[in-house]
T-cell receptor
Framework: KNQVEQSPQSLIILEGKNCTLQCNYTVSPFSNLRWYKQDTGRGPVSLTIMTFSENTKSNGRYTATLDADTKQSSLHITASQLSDSASYICVVSALHSGGGADGLTFGKGTHLIIQP | NAGVTQTPKFRILKIGQSMTLQCAQDMNHNYMYWYRQDPGMGLKLIYYSVGAGITDKGEVPNGYNVSRSTTEDFPLRLELAAPSQTSVYFC???????????????FGAGSRLTVL
């Protein structure tokens, strides 16, 4: 069964500090991995999408890494801001063989709180 | 360009009542999806549609129905509400299949449903 595990479950850091969120997956066959940011009371918004051949991808202060061999990804946030307080969801896509579900497996998310 | 619009934002239902969650997108996306998000859990796919007139079940379809008469609209129907359907519901859309390539899902803001 395809699974996506995220750690930590929740994290509190001070404004201006860096942090790293982890995502381990057992999805096969792998297509791509996405990180979404979900603000409280809002829908998820895409931060990055990484395919098999990509090791690193940045979006402003967000940098995602992917190790397809160990099936691990991380999301690094640099110089955190209060607006970074949100849940961060790792989503892994399997190559779809036709019919049935959407091929996406969602992690439970890491709840990040930035304190002033 | 409003993106994905969901209504209502909040709703309280009594057991056995019926209701429809509305979803509309103005991006001319072919694919639309309904997910539910339970506390501390990853998003689960309820139903999806690959175009007008075509719908298919996701991972957790029981107790729900959908229709797709136009490209823009994808309503979700709850026929006999049960406490287990208390959740936050997200509608999403994409240009092509969610699992393919690096296709990005655009989510609505969510509809919080409580069944008492």
């Amino acid at each position: 069964k395809n699974q996506v595990e995220q750690s930590p479950q929740s994290l509190i850091i001070l404004e201006g500090k860096n942090c790293t969120l982890q995502c381990n997956y057992t999805v096969s066959p792998f297509s791509n991995l996405r990180w979404y940011k979900q603000d409280t009371g809002r829908g998820p918004v895409s931060l990055t999408i990484m395919t098999f051949s990509e090791n690193t991808k940045s979006n402003g202060r967000y940098t995602a890494t992917l190790d397809a061999d160990t099936k691990q990804s991380s999301l690094h946030i640099t110089a955190s801001q209060l607006s970074d307080s949100a849940s961060y969801i790792c989503v892994v896509s399997a190559l779809h063989s036709g019919g049935g579900a959407d091929g996406l497996t969602f992690g439970k998310g890491t709840h990040l709180i930035i304190q002033p | 360009n409003a993106g994905v619009t969901q209504t209502p934002k909040f709703r309280i239902l009594k057991i056995g009542q019926s209701m429809t969650l509305q979803c509309a997108q103005d991006m001319n996306h072919n694919y639309m999806y309904w997910y539910r998000q339970d506390p501390g859990m990853g998003l689960k796919l309820i139903y999806y549609s690959v175009g007008a007139g075509i719908t298919d079940k996701g991972e957790v379809p029981n107790g729900y129905n959908v229709s797709r008469s136009t490209t823009e609209d994808f309503p979700l129907r709850l026929e006999l509400a049960a406490p287990s359907q208390t959740s936050v519901y997200f509608c999403a859309s994409s240009y092509s299949e969610a699992w393919g390539g690096a296709n990005v899902l655009t989510f609505g803001a969510g509809s919080r449903l409580t069944v008492l």
